[in-house]
């Protein structure tokens, strides 16, 4: 909105063209985002904590009654922050920008519905898995078919470290998005468990397609890195700065011991849009590598149902994984670092295979 108000006063005031920079805009982008956490932050959680919306806690598992009550749909505040910086900042003439957002507001529906559900009925159960995967499968259908059936899209699958393996996967691309977006969206909603352990990786993941983005809309920088170039994908690196921006903020309540919990309407969200930007970027498998932790996370419970499914034994102490490690004594703040730590790692993994080809 700010770009088509401000950009076109460039003529008669050159000040205003630095808003015709992505660059600029991203970073501007990034600490509005950044700016209204912190201010909304204080009022939201006497607001949630008046009417009484507290994380349910489940009675299996780590000692976390400590956090009973604790006001939860904190993703509201993220969500808030992010589309508003985003709409404020990016050039609303882009598809990819309103299928982003889109998939966002979906999911972030969906989550706020579940949270919603688990705090009227005090319980931690929410809206049957069935009814929220359907629901995901849904959304993410229709953001695979919008962009499949994109003209300039060229059906070919970017895999890390091969320069010229690209596999043309024709139709099987559709499930294949839609695959990718439900899982992310299921991942960093697994390892939502901990203060502050979703909302690290997620920033780490944001701020690395951030560059992939910007990379990939530029056809310099594309070249050089034998990237595909996706025009208008620039865009993307403004809803990715607001979104680094959003979580520094919410990890300003959220860090232990929070004072305010993600909650599904938050995991749900921020999970489906990472996906979608791997998607519309053409980075799909690369998001397996930068998300490492969230894939992590998902694998330990498939493991863990599929094992006490087979042969009645358990594999981890209990999953996701990073209950496991509190089951072995590890003190939550040690597990939360050493996760973020890992994630650090697998984000310059990811951004060093593309020039490993």
Not at 6 to 19: A, D, W
Not at 132 to 143: C, D, H, I, P
Not at 267 to 288: D, P, W
Request: aromatic share 12%.
């Amino acid at each position: 909105m700010l770009y088509h108000l401000l950009y076109p006063l460039s003529e008669t005031y050159g000040v205003f063209n630095v808003v015709r920079y992505i660059t600029f805009r991203t970073a501007a982008a990034t600490l509005t985002s950044l700016f209204i956490c912190l201010v909304l932050g204080p009022w939201l959680i006497r607001k949630l904590s008046a009417l009484r919306i507290g994380q349910p806690i489940r009675e299996i598992g780590p000692d976390h009654q400590a956090k009973e009550g604790t006001p939860t749909m904190g993703g509201l505040l993220i969500l808030f922050s992010l589309l508003v910086s985003v709409l404020l900042w990016s050039e609303l003439d882009q598809r990819m920008v309103w299928i982003l957002v889109g998939l966002t507001a979906g999911y972030g529906v969906l989550g706020f519905t579940d949270d919603y559900k688990k705090v009227t009925q005090g319980s931690s159960a929410g809206i049957s898995a069935r009814t929220k995967l359907v629901w995901q499968v849904v959304f993410a259908l229709g953001v695979a078919i919008a962009i499949y059936t994109d003209p300039a899209f060229d059906k070919e699958l970017a895999v890390p470290f091969f320069k010229n393996f690209t596999p043309n996967i024709g139709i099987f691309y559709v499930p294949l998005a839609a695959f990718i977006i439900v899982a992310a969206s299921n991942g960093v909603n697994l390892t939502d468990g901990l203060d502050g352990l979703a909302i690290g990786p997620v920033m780490i993941t944001a701020a690395t397609f951030l560059l992939l983005s910007y990379a990939a809309g530029h056809t310099g920088i594309a070249e050089y890195l034998n990237i595909k170039y996706v025009p208008g994908s620039g865009q993307l690196a403004i809803f990715c700065g607001a979104m680094v921006g959003g979580s520094l903020g919410f990890l300003w309540f959220n860090a232990s011991p929070a004072e305010l919990f993600m909650g599904d309407v938050g995991s749900l969200a921020l999970g489906g849009a990472l996906g979608t930007i791997a998607v519309l970027i053409r980075q799909e498998i690369l998001l397996a590598v930068v998300g490492g932790i969230f894939v992590v996370e998902t694998v330990s419970v498939i493991i863990q149902v599929a094992s006490f499914k087979l042969t009645g034994k358990r594999v981890f102490l209990m999953a996701p994984i990073h209950h496991h490690f509190e089951k072995l004594g590890w003190a939550e703040q040690k597990i939360v670092v050493r996760f973020w730590i890992v994630s650090i790692i697998l984000a310059l993994v990811a951004l060093s295979s593309l020039k490993l080809r």
